[in-house]
């Protein structure tokens, strides 16, 4: 038997999708129907999707490549439009398993959090 899978979106990556909807509802609102914030909207739907059908979906990133920022034991890259990346940790117990969707961040971002680029 399959256990359900839920995702959640916490802190950085909720304040992020919430900043990304209202962009995409003011430009439906203005009559735009294919701007890059909209494609990154769509894309973190259908990743979000992606991780309910199968959580282990994204990259694993090496624990000893996890920045101590996120205080977790496990996390996961997606790639998202745009160069933007979604980072999530997976917890489960015996009856669901619930992925946190903890950072959704352009390229830049991104580096500087891995420690990939000083800047």
Partial sequence: MNKPVRVILLDEADIEYR??????????KEGKDSTE????????KQKIEFI?????????IKKDRIPDFYNVKNL??????????MIYTIKGDQIEIICFILD????????????????
């Fill in 19 to 28: 900043r990304l909807n209202e962009i995409v509802g003011q430009q439906i």
């Fill in 104 to 119: 959704i961040m352009d390229h830049d971002k991104y580096n500087k959090r891995f420690g990939y680029r000083k800047n």
């Fill in 37 to 44: 914030e909209m494609q990154l909207l769509k894309s973190i």
């Fill in 76 to 85: 996961w890259r997606v790639e998202l439009t745009g160069y933007w990346r």
């Fill in 52 to 60: 309910k059908s199968n959580p282990f979906y994204g990259d694993n």
